[in-house]
Each structure stands twice: as structure tokens, then as C-alpha cells.
């Protein structure tokens, strides 16, 4: 008996090992990838790019004001559609004018596809948009050959592999100034419109940063007057103010618990 249930735990290991070992080494490989950050430095403009109509383009010629770049490829079963849909939403919610303050370029990095599938996906994101006339114009989506999607992607920090007819890729934007400096990193796939406006405006004066922390929209507020972003004074005060007063009402709590269960005995 004692054979027999060792021999059915050493076989339930080995399915378990069968069905773990794939999961293991996509993991494995996904701590492999990701952005490498290059703030500062400057993404490689000189490759050439195929646009929605099927015309060869370089880069150089698509940034003439800050940027946000968009990674990505357009079969993508994971999070290359949410980070779109996310896109699409930004646009809509931000207070600054596609077109005008930025671009959005969305570029494939799978060089098996077409100009075509771009633009059918593109059609797709633009149908739920408030912004479509601005975004149909200044959101524009690309594909290239192996050896351009290679230089790019390597000057800006973006490493990814195939993996089971896929790919594994880090999932965020890049933004860029309009001389191709690297910015700073949105990582996710969903984004505050402070997040975006206050990347842009600091990619405008070309100021490099680290990932915005989304608690600095508490903090700070954009004071249109001077086009910059101001320390919230008063919005902070309250804040402290009011942990400060939690935290006495806290105390005030437990003291009178303190006194209550002392007098109880």
C-alpha cells in the first residue's frame, strides 16, 4: 500500500512538472525583457517606417513636437489592445490638442505585418472616440522591416522575443521630445491625463524624468497662466491637516478604550 501511494504521489508530480514547466519558462523569459530606461538619450529617427497608406517614411520626418510612442503589434492576444484602447481614452480625456501639443505613433514591431492590418485596427480604436477627426489625423500607426524595428527598438530601450508564435514584450509608452530625446517611461496600460500632461509639457521644454508617480497629481496642480506645474499648497494643508486630525481622533479613541477597560477591573 505504502508503494502504491508513493508511486501515485510521484506520478501527480510529474503532471504538475508537465503542466508548471511551460508557465515557468515563460516567466523566466518575461524577467528577461522589459524597457531599459535611456532618459536623456535619443531614439534612432533614421529608420524607415511604412504608413497607413503603404508609403515608406523615416521616423525624422513624423517628429516635428513631442511624442508619445506606442510599441507594440497589432495581433498581439495579450496587452497591446488594452494599451490602445488606453491610448484612445487619453486622448479623449486630456486637455491638450492632438495634433497641436503631440502626436501619437504607434508602431509595430512585428515585421510579418501590414500596413494594412494597422489601418484596420486604427479604424477600429477611432470609432468610440470623442477626438476621432484630431486622432485619425495625428494618431498614426506603422509597420517596418526586421532591421529598422531592430535599430528602433534598441535605442529606446525596448526589448522583447518571440515565444510560441508570440511575442513577450514590456507593456508602456515612451515619450519623446520633438528631437527624439527620451523622455520618460509610462509604464501600464491605462493612464491619468495629469500622467500624460504633465510628460508632455516637460518633453516640450525637453526635461528628462523619471516614471510619474500618480500621487504627484495630488500634489501639484497645472496652472495655465505660466504653462508649468505648481506645488498645490492648500490642496497638501488639507490633506495633512486632516490625517493629522485622524490620527488624534484615533488616539483620543484608544485612550478612552484604555480608561474604559482599566476602570472595568
Known amino acids: ?67 508619445i510612442l506606442n510599441l507594440a503589434y497589432y495581433e498581439c492576444p495579450g496587452t497591446c489592445s488594452p494599451l490602445m484602447w488606453g491610448i484612445s481614452r487619453f486622448i479623449d480625456a486630456v486637455d491638450l490638442e492632438l495634433g497641436r501639443d503631440y502626436k501619437v505613433l504607434t508602431i509595430s514591431f512585428d515585421p ?21 477627426d484630431a486622432a485619425s489625423g495625428n494618431w498614426l500607426f506603422f509597420v517596418s522591416d526586421s532591421a529598422s524595428i ?9 526589448h522583447y522575443e518571440p515565444f510560441n508564435n508570440q511575442y513577450i514584450h514590456p507593456t508602456g509608452l515612451i515619450a519623446l521630445a520633438s528631437d527624439g530625446k527620451i523622455i520618460r517611461y509610462l509604464r501600464g496600460i491605462d493612464f491619468l491625463p495629469f500622467d500624460i500632461k504633465i510628460t508632455l509639457v516637460e518633453a516640450a521644454e525637453g526635461k528628462i524624468g523619471p516614471s510619474i508617480n500618480r500621487l504627484l497629481a495630488v500634489c501639484y496642480s497645472y496652472d495655465n497662466t505660466k504653462n508649468e506645474f ?8 488639507a490633506i495633512v491637516i486632516t490625517f493629522i486630525l485622524l490620527l488624534f481622533f484615533i488616539f483620543l479613541a484608544f485612550s478612552r478604550l484604555r480608561r474604559n477597560l482599566t476602570s472595568s477591573k
Open 230 to 237: 505648481v506645488f498645490n499648497v492648500t490642496k497638501v494643508s
Open 112 to 132: 510579418d505585418e501590414s500596413f494594412t492590418l494597422g489601418k484596420e485596427k486604427k479604424a477600429s480604436y477611432l470609432t468610440t472616440m470623442k477626438k476621432k
Open 1 to 67: 500500500m505504502k508503494i502504491l501511494y508513493r508511486l501515485s504521489a510521484v506520478f501527480c508530480f510529474y503532471l504538475i512538472s508537465l503542466s508548471v514547466s511551460p508557465q515557468t519558462s515563460l516567466f523566466d523569459r518575461q524577467m528577461q525583457v522589459g524597457f531599459e530606461e535611456k532618459q536623456g538619450q535619443y531614439a534612432d529617427l533614421d529608420v524607415k517606417l511604412i504608413n497607413e497608406e503603404g508609403d515608406t517614411v523615416l521616423l525624422r520626418d513624423m517628429i516635428d513636437k513631442p511624442v
Open 150 to 158: 531592430a535599430r528602433l527598438t534598441k535605442s529606446v530601450g525596448f
